[in-house]
């Protein structure tokens, strides 16, 4: 009688550590899905600076020169590219030595959708004084240029 | 538009307070604007004054620049203002 008791208790325990030990392996995970790859869309960027007296419908210089008349409006076409919010300044400046004063800053906003061109340009009713100049363009509230034209008016 | 100065007068330096300016931009919605740096003594319609021809233009200062200005009679030196391009009168 004890025999058959211990085996009523054995058996059970036996068949549930069984089946403890033999519990299914879960599945190994699939590997994910490769992401489909994507890149980043590149912030905007200035790609070219000229420099010149005239520019066409498409913003871009169409007679370029570093050298201007004192008379002269001085154009500056700036190729952008890369897309997102895009704040463009230009800095103009007279360079004597190494003094430099300020002869214009102006600005613009835009939200860019790939390659644009801007052109910025200055005047002096009176007359350029005749030296060195320089066209700083920054982009953002940046403190060094995002590029640097040199120019000279005779 | 009219000037950039930034109000450091140096002797030896040329005047370039006639320069006129503009830019644009093949990019759409394009906006357009100069930046002048306040300095000491300056108010909004002495700066408009100066850009514009016209001190009583200092709302369209101000308007661009309720970002920094919350108060018109309140403009410190160094802040840097949006100057948006006059806007030539209605024919």
Same mark, same amino acid.
């Given at each position: 009688?004890?025999?058959?008791?211990?085996?009523?208790?054995?058996?059970?325990?036996?068949?549930?550590?069984?089946?403890?030990?033999?519990?299914?392996?879960?599945?190994?995970?699939?590997?994910?899905?490769?992401?489909?790859?994507?890149?980043?869309?590149?912030?905007?960027?200035?790609?070219?600076?000229?420099?010149?007296?005239?520019?066409?419908?498409?913003?871009?210089?169409?007679?370029?020169?570093?050298?201007?008349?004192?008379?002269?409006?001085?154009?500056?076409?700036?190729?952008?590219?890369?897309?997102?919010?895009?704040?463009?300044?230009?800095?103009?400046?007279?360079?004597?030595?190494?003094?430099?004063?300020?002869?214009?800053?102006?600005?613009?906003?835009?939200?860019?959708?790939?390659?644009?061109?801007?052109?910025?340009?200055?005047?002096?009713?009176?007359?350029?004084?005749?030296?060195?100049?320089?066209?700083?363009?920054?982009?953002?509230?940046?403190?060094?240029?995002?590029?640097?034209?040199?120019?000279?008016?005779? | 538009?009219?000037?950039?100065?930034?109000?450091?007068?140096?002797?030896?330096?040329?005047?370039?307070?006639?320069?006129?300016?503009?830019?644009?931009?093949?990019?759409?919605?394009?906006?357009?604007?100069?930046?002048?740096?306040?300095?000491?003594?300056?108010?909004?319609?002495?700066?408009?004054?100066?850009?514009?021809?016209?001190?009583?233009?200092?709302?369209?200062?101000?308007?661009?620049?309720?970002?920094? +200005? #919350?108060? *018109?009679? %309140? &403009?410190? =030196?160094?802040?840097? +203002? #949006?100057? *948006?391009? %006059? &806007?030539? =009168?209605?024919?």
């Amino acid at each position: 009688m004890k025999k058959l008791i211990a085996i009523t208790i054995a058996l059970p325990l036996m068949t549930m550590t069984t089946l403890a030990c033999t519990k299914k392996e879960p599945p190994p995970p699939t590997p994910a899905a490769a992401a489909p790859a994507t890149t980043l869309p590149a912030p905007v960027s200035v790609s070219a600076v000229a420099l010149g007296t005239a520019i066409g419908p498409d913003k871009r210089v169409t007679a370029a020169t570093e050298t201007f008349g004192a008379k002269d409006t001085i154009y500056a076409s700036v190729e952008t590219a890369g897309t997102g919010h895009a704040k463009l300044r230009a800095r103009w400046s007279f360079v004597k030595g190494d003094k430099t004063a300020k002869v214009d800053e102006t600005t613009i906003e835009f939200d860019s959708a790939g390659p644009a061109v801007n052109e910025f340009h200055i005047s002096k009713p009176s007359g350029w004084p005749k030296g060195d100049y320089r066209i700083d363009v920054f982009l953002g509230d940046a403190e060094s240029p995002a590029a640097t034209r040199t120019f000279k008016v005779n | 538009m009219t000037d950039g100065q930034d109000g450091k007068k140096d002797d030896d330096m040329p005047d370039f307070s006639d320069v006129k300016s503009g830019a644009s931009s093949t990019a759409p919605g394009a906006e357009v604007f100069q930046t002048y740096e306040v300095k000491s003594g300056d108010s909004l319609s002495k700066i408009a004054k100066n850009f514009y021809g016209n001190g009583n233009a200092w709302k369209t200062i101000f308007d661009a620049n309720t970002d920094i +200005l #919350k108060d *018109p009679n %309140k &403009i410190y =030196p160094g802040q840097k +203002l #949006k100057i *948006p391009p %006059k &806007i030539p =009168p209605k024919l």
